[in-house]
């Protein structure tokens, strides 16, 4: 079974602070996903990757296969972007395995 | 395009009872994965359909079962309701093995 940690858990910045959020996972894996939850539990899908790097908007994700370690960066942070941070990974089994969870990270920034 | 869908929003049982949850998967989506996110927790993996079939399970009991419709639409169901069935289920679409959108999720109290 997959063990997804993540790092830190809480992180709080002030407005404009460049963000990031690591991720580490113990088996090899066929995709990862950066999840957004907001208060009351709706959860967004950021990024799907399975190598290298994906940008949109100001968030950039990165995944290195070979150490099993991904990143999310946030770039120019806004208080709207105060949510709970989900690294999610698929088994080598694709995603008939299901997305197992870390436990998040939860941003809060500041104005 | 609505998006995944689910009913009811919040829902209160007693223990022993059983409960229905229901998912609409977003148009053009064939798979279905159900989610239980417990609080403060990451969410964990529950089980996955596609082509009305029960294509993985996690580990949970079989107090927890499903069902997929012709139309894509699922259902999760609990028997036996327990204290620690308290949760937020989260119902997630893809086409096939692509990225899963989630689904607001339903908040299931157990008393």
């Known amino acids: 079974k997959n063990e997804v940690e993540q790092s830190p858990q809480n992180l709080t910045a002030q407005e404009g602070e460049f963000i990031t959020i690591n991720c580490s996972y113990s088996v090899g894996i066929s995709a990862l996903h950066w999840l957004q939850q907001h208060p009351g539990g709706g959860i967004v899908s950021l990024f799907m990757?399975?190598?290298g790097k994906k940008k949109h908007g100001r968030l950039i994700a990165t995944i290195n296969i070979q150490e099993k370690h991904s990143s999310l960066h946030i770039t120019a942070s806004h208080p709207r972007d105060s949510a709970v941070y989900i690294c999610?990974?698929?088994?080598?089994?694709?995603?008939?395995?299901?997305?197992?969870f870390g436990k998040g990270t939860h941003l809060i920034i500041q104005p | 395009d609505a998006g995944v869908t689910q009913s009811p929003t919040h829902l209160i049982k007693t223990r022993g009872q059983q409960v229905t949850l229901r998912c609409s998967p977003k148009?053009?989506?064939?798979?279905v994965s159900w989610y239980q996110q417990a609080l403060g927790q990451g969410p964990q993996f529950i089980f996955q359909y596609y082509e009305e079939e029960e294509r993985q399970r996690g580990n949970f009991p079989d107090r927890f079962s499903g069902h997929q419709f012709p139309n894509y639409s699922s259902e999760l169901n609990v028997n036996a309701l327990l204290l620690g069935d308290s949760a937020l289920y989260l119902c997630?679409?893809?086409?096939?093995?692509?990225?899963?959108?989630f689904g607001p999720g339903t908040r299931l109290t157990v008393l």
């Open positions: 148009s053009g989506h064939d798979t």
């Open positions: 999610a990974v698929w088994g080598s089994g694709g995603g008939a395995d299901g997305l197992t």
């Open positions: 990757l399975s190598s």
């Open positions: 997630a679409s893809s086409w096939q093995d692509n990225e899963q959108f």
